[in-house]
């Protein structure tokens, strides 16, 4: 079982070291959001930006732009406090994939403002991007 | 009240999507890939897995005793999916590669082969463009259970596992008539496969090896190795009895490889029910519903319950009702809608019958966005309706219903007080019968991948058959 167990690390530490689980997770949504008609000609193309875009060092377009953030952002905030709970907060880096359900952020108490969601939101795709 | 807590609702047409397009296979079989390579750069690698599109290419062991008709079978399974055969005969014959050569050397001095080397072998062969592309077929591969533990290292596994099983006597007995056509490489036998054409007789040779001894000794190591080899592929082995004639085992083999083993992909089943007036269709979705909590949803039952409702359908729907003839289409449409997009039904699935009858129901139902995954006909030969629905009682004081056949009233008192239900007269059957039939055949065509199931036997055995048509996938065809 020794070699069975060092050869799941080292896959589960491939894994890690290419976040493949987000680069799939973010081609399944873009596939069943999008929807269409021929699902590997457009995982290709998806594919074939992502290299290109590492190559020349051009910004990819991730899924979610500054205005769908915001969006997101007032749903959560539904009284218009201007500020989200650290648990709402938590919740949607999660939904978003951006987070694990075990990583411990730090609560400073203050509520996250649509400012500090937003910055922290495209640092962590911009972390996961630049990753491939 | 927490917007990220609360039950996403998320629009079916994506997860009819994913289903029609076996989203999830595509990914896990993109993920295997990665895991078992691992390649430096992942995202030029997925490119070209995502090119090749061989996710769905033949990948199959056979295995079997000496003469039990493994290699015939491989062959003619070659040809038909249009793949390529791998031996051990093949393999050593190969030329240009220094394991080949190795391999004969090694073959002509102890006639057999260390593991590593086959294996070896075998992962080279793999490799190359034409097995990639059209998948490959193992005849008589892994030998033993340390070669089938190595291939499984090397990242190579089947999708089907053939075996072929028969009593040592006759295969004793059949090695014996055991031809080899020395040109083609074809295997005859003097009793159940002689060539036709007397030119192949004349060339046919004895092959080595097939005297009673020899085969009985081979027999033993053959059972010494395969019960250790089996569990190695725990879930898709199908053993087939090679003591019947050749043609019936490749058609039973042919069926299996066919298919495509029950994936983990979610699945929510919008079953449609299809069949005559008495053939099982409510008893059946009720079935469902309670085993597996789908929403039950009888057309008939809904437009009576819109009309109880005295909702602004039903008053659309009660003068059809009270002059007895049928409900226009685009009313029946309004009505299912309005229950097929309730939360449960989105969520839960649900099972349809009573409707659509003909074509153009279907289609509407079609173009409206309900498009069922599974879809049954359930067929009974007119006598049995007869028995099923003219015996038919109902107790006017209890309101209970009985069937003089198969769930008789207890005494005979209620016997005598019980009334039948003039829909259920004869002729009126035969009509509703005849209106089905009329359309049956189009609606068979319209939904292509549909099942049919023989509704004359008992509920139960039937709803086994609807339940494994809607837990396995469907077959994919082999054009």
Redo the contacts between chains.
């Keep these: 079982m020794e070699a069975n167990s060092s050869r799941e690390l080292e896959a589960r530490n491939y894994l890690e070291k290419h976040r493949i689980m987000e680069l799939l997770t973010y081609l399944a949504s873009a596939l069943l959001f999008f929807r269409p008609e021929k699902p590997r000609e457009y995982l290709i193309s998806i594919l074939e930006r992502l290299r290109i875009a590492k190559v020349s060092g051009v910004a990819f377009p991730f899924f979610m732009d500054n205005s769908n953030i915001a969006a997101m952002f007032q749903m959560l905030d539904s009284s218009n406090k201007g500020s989200i709970s650290f648990i709402q907060y938590k919740e949607a880096l999660k939904t978003l994939g951006l987070c694990t359900a075990d990583e411990v952020l730090k609560d400073d108490g203050l509520g996250i403002t649509c400012e500090k969601f937003m910055r922290e939101v495209n640092k962590r795709t911009q972390e996961i991007w630049s990753a491939f | 009240?927490?917007?990220?807590?609360a039950p996403h609702r998320i629009p079916p047409?994506?997860p009819q999507?994913?289903e029609a397009?076996h989203?999830f296979e595509?990914?896990q079989n993109?993920?295997e890939q990665?895991?078992i390579q691992?390649p430096k750069d992942?995202?030029?690698f997925?490119?070209e897995h995502?090119?090749r599109?061989n996710d769905y290419v033949p990948k199959i062991v056979i295995l079997g005793p000496p003469s039990s008709g493994k290699t015939t079978i491989a062959m003619w399974l070659g040809k038909h999916l249009n793949s390529n055969l791998l031996s051990v005969e093949s393999l050593i014959a190969k030329e240009y590669s220094s394991l080949a050569a190795d391999a004969r050397t090694h073959y002509q001095k102890f006639q057999t082969l260390p593991d590593m080397l086959l294996v070896r072998l075998v992962q080279e062969r793999l490799r190359e463009e034409d097995c990639v592309r059209r998948g490959w077929i193992l005849d008589g591969i892994p030998e033993t259970r340390e070669q089938a533990l190595m291939i499984q290292t090397l990242g190579v596994f089947p999708r089907h596992v053939i075996v072929l099983s028969a009593p040592d006597t006759v295969l004793i007995e059949r090695n014996l008539g055991k031809r080899i056509d020395p040109q083609t490489g074809e295997i005859y036998h003097t009793t159940f496969d002689w060539p036709p054409e007397s030119e192949i007789q004349n060339r046919l040779i004895v092959p080595a090896g097939i005297s009673e001894g020899e085969t009985a000794r081979r027999l033993l190591e053959y059972h010494r190795n395969i019960v250790r080899i089996l569990p190695s592929y725990p879930k898709i082995v199908k053993v087939i009895t090679a003591d019947q004639p050749c043609v019936d085992v490749f058609c039973q083999a042919l069926t299996y490889v066919q298919t495509i083993h029950r994936s983990n992909a979610p699945f929510t089943p919008r079953v449609l029910l299809c069949g005559p007036v008495g053939s099982g269709k409510s008893l059946q979705a009720a079935l469902l519903a309670q085993k597996y909590g789908l929403v039950n949803v009888c057309c008939g039952q809904l437009l009576k319950e819109a009309m109880a409702d005295k909702s602004k359908y039903g008053e659309m729907i009660r003068p059809f009702f009270e002059k007895e003839t049928a409900v226009p289409d685009y009313i029946i449409m309004k009505v299912l809608r309005q229950r097929l997009d309730q939360q449960d039904c989105l969520e839960r699935g649900w099972v349809l019958h009573g409707f659509p009858r003909d074509r153009d129901q279907a289609c509407l139902m079609d173009s409206m966005g309900y498009k069922p995954n599974r879809v049954f006909f359930l067929n009974v030969p007119f006598d049995s309706i007869i028995e099923r629905l003219t015996l038919r009682r109902t107790d006017p004081v209890t309101g209970e219903r009985s069937h003089l056949m198969y769930k008789p009233p207890p005494t005979m008192e209620i016997q005598a007080r019980l009334l039948q239900s003039p829909k259920d007269s004869e002729e009126q059957i035969k009509l509703r019968m005849e209106l089905f039939y009329r359309n049956s055949a189009e609606l068979q065509e319209f939904y292509g991948q549909a099942i049919t199931l023989n509704g004359d036997q008992d509920p139960y055995t039937v709803f086994e058959y609807i339940e494994s048509g809607i837990t396995n996938p469907l077959p994919k065809k082999v054009p």
């Excluded at chain 2, 009240?1 to 807590?5: E, K, L």
Aim: glycine share 4%.
């Design positions: 009240m927490d917007a990220t807590s047409e994506m999507y994913g397009n989203v595509l990914m993109m993920l990665l895991l691992q992942p995202v030029p997925m490119i995502l090119q599109d």
